[in-house]
């Protein structure tokens, strides 16, 4: 059953056009396989995997664009199935507070260094 | 006394810098949606495949819940948990769904599968389920007025 749904995947992606077997070569790298650990949709055999490069393969012969696609995955599966979530504040802050925190630190070791110093003497 | 107060300020530190890391955990399990089912299909209206040619009308006319059962014959939970499903007293109509399954296959494995089920179909490529945001099995997929309600993945807490 795999292997004809392959045969079948291969043989519908040859009736892309060359820009949209790019395009599809790209967008399968760009998501990830929802039933196996850390693989993208285009490195899974799994059979969803499979049913999801239909659905792009035919998503794209029907003309549909990227933001399209990502949409319809995105809506079903989750924020979860992208490789690269979209950037947003809350996602920034996570980069941001420990550069904020390892400079109050740095800030506050240099300013109190002879209280440590003298502190971790004594002990 | 100038040693208490150094002691004050170290712990005080420390405490702060606790509490900034906790914060940070708490952001980073917050941001991480490893279990967070999306939403976006609450709500959206109940179809099945037109190759099934059936008359939606006949089974959201009662105004009984639906429930789309995606299971399989090769899905030892769905097994596991048939028991529960047949001994379900309420009044929802149940859909089976066999999930990349055949028909002969699930009638082997699931005894009374027609006294159970109101209709029953097979996706066998997956299509359909795909559509509804499907991931694996057992999962239900439970409509109220033929509108998307909510979504469950064991009997037991559905």
Known sequence: MSRIIMIMLIGSLFALGPSEQQRYMQIVQKYRCVVCQGQAIGDSSSKIANTMKQQIQTMLANGQTDSEIDTYLVDRFGEQIRFSPKPSLLHSLLWVIPVILGLLMTIFIRRNFRVFISHFSDV | ?158
């Open chain 2, 1 to 158: 006394m100038f040693q208490s107060q150094q002691s004050n300020r170290i712990v005080q530190v420390i405490i702060i810098v606790f509490v900034c890391l906790l914060f940070w955990v708490f952001l980073n399990a917050l941001i991480t949606p490893v279990t967070k089912q999306p939403s976006t299909l609450v709500g959206r209206e109940l179809y099945l495949p037109k190759q099934l040619q059936i008359d939606m009308k006949e089974i959201t006319q009662s105004n009984k819940k639906v429930a789309l059962y995606f299971f399989a014959s090769w899905c030892s939970t769905c097994v596991s948990e048939y028991k529960t499903l047949l001994d379900d007293k309420s009044d929802t109509l149940w859909v089976g769904v066999l999930y990349y399954d055949h028909l002969n296959d699930a009638k082997k494995a699931f005894p009374d599968l027609d006294k159970r089920f109101a209709l029953i179909f097979e996706d066998l490529d997956g299509e359909f389920a795909l559509d509804w945001g499907v991931k694996g099995t057992p999962e239900i997929l439970l409509f109220k007025d033929s509108k998307l309600l909510e979504r469950s993945y064991r009997l037991e807490h559905s």
